[in-house]
């Protein structure tokens, strides 16, 4: 992606097979920083940086640098500009950017990857004794201060480290850590829920219960038998295999709620199937030329006038395919 006579660069490798890449000048690149949109033709506003990255060819500075522009909403956006000597490399650099930014299947993965991502942007950003620190994971993980303050008592109840200018040492700040920070500030209850209508007062759940489950509740009664047949034992004890933390549980073919859990946010569970990432479709024409398929006042059961109001539809609506659905709040009197 860059040559020697640029920016020296590092990758690291995720288990999600993301790409990071850690970018250092060697004397022929600067890097301007400051933190999704990719592109080149980026201005610099300090007049004293110019002389120094216009270097190379005679290529315009604009045509030789990369943008970066990330952010977490429109308000706060942050900006790292990549200087090169060459139009052709910062394109070059733009190309394989882009190809990143838009791999359909980053851009739809399941919330497990998600959170090895999350885990990996945390050990990658370390400071200067190679160790992480805490205020970086309170600024991932808490949104109030309420937030800071369960955080921190569940970073010392894991017997990490937890003070704001402490750091943690990334061998002992492993996934499996992370991944339990992130079920106890969670506290998902609706699965918690979802998983006792079937085990009862048990412990686990069988293979014979988690098979009535991925058919019964999971599986959309649409589909074709044949093209996608019901799952059956073999298959339930497979993602047990794969998903329950718990070996013995496992090889009794039962399935913890911690496993549940780690199945409900696998790519097994996707919300959307691999198979329908890529437009099937012609997508460049003018938007007048599409229908749209939408459901005007979705949460009604019959009548437009005299029908009762029914979550329950919004449901059967997204189920249906409709992608744009009406939502109405209303306050009655004896309410």
Not at 91 to 104: C, E, G, H, I, V
Not at 158 to 171: A, E, Q, R, S, Y
Request: proline fraction near 2%.
């Amino acid at each position: 992606m860059c040559s020697n006579e640029t920016v020296s660069k590092s990758n690291t490798h995720d288990e999600t097979g993301a790409v990071f890449l850690d970018f250092a000048g060697n004397g022929n690149g600067i890097v301007d920083g400051h933190g999704s949109n990719l592109g080149i033709f980026a201005w610099l506003q300090d007049a004293k940086l110019r002389p120094i990255v216009t270097m190379g060819s005679q290529d315009t500075l604009e045509e030789k640098t990369v943008t970066v522009v990330t952010a977490h909403d429109f308000v706060n956006v942050n900006f790292i500009n990549f200087c090169c000597t060459k139009k052709d490399i910062a394109q070059l650099w733009t190309d394989a950017l882009l190809s990143l930014a838009y791999n359909l299947k980053q851009v739809n993965g399941a919330a497990l990857m998600h959170l090895r991502k999350a885990y990996t942007k945390l050990t990658l950003q370390t400071d200067k004794s190679g160790k992480i620190p805490v205020k970086n994971i309170i600024k991932m993980c808490a949104q109030s201060r309420d937030d800071k303050k369960r955080l921190e008592a569940l970073l010392s109840g894991l017997g990490l480290p937890h003070g704001k200018n402490d750091t943690i040492n990334p061998d002992d700040f492993t996934f499996e850590y992370f991944y339990s920070l992130y079920v106890q500030l969670t506290q998902r209850g609706e699965v918690e829920k979802v998983f006792d209508e079937y085990v009862g007062t048990k412990t686990n759940m069988t293979t014979e219960q988690f098979v009535d489950f991925l058919n019964k509740t999971q599986r959309d009664p649409r589909l074709n038998e044949i093209l996608h047949p019901y799952a059956d034992n073999v298959r339930a004890r497979d993602v047990i295999e794969q998903y329950e933390p718990n070996r013995y549980v496992a090889q009794r073919g039962q399935l913890s709620s911690e496993g549940f859990l780690r199945y409900l946010l696998s790519e097994d569970n996707n919300i959307i199937s691999s198979s329908k990432f890529d437009l099937s479709h012609d997508m460049d024409q003018p938007l007048a030329h599409y229908f749209i398929n939408s459901s005007h006042n979705t949460y009604l059961t019959g009548h437009q006038l005299t029908g009762r109001s029914n979550a329950e539809m919004y449901r059967q609506c997204l189920l249906a395919g409709c992608r744009l659905n009406n939502l109405q709040s209303a306050q009655f009197r004896n309410q």
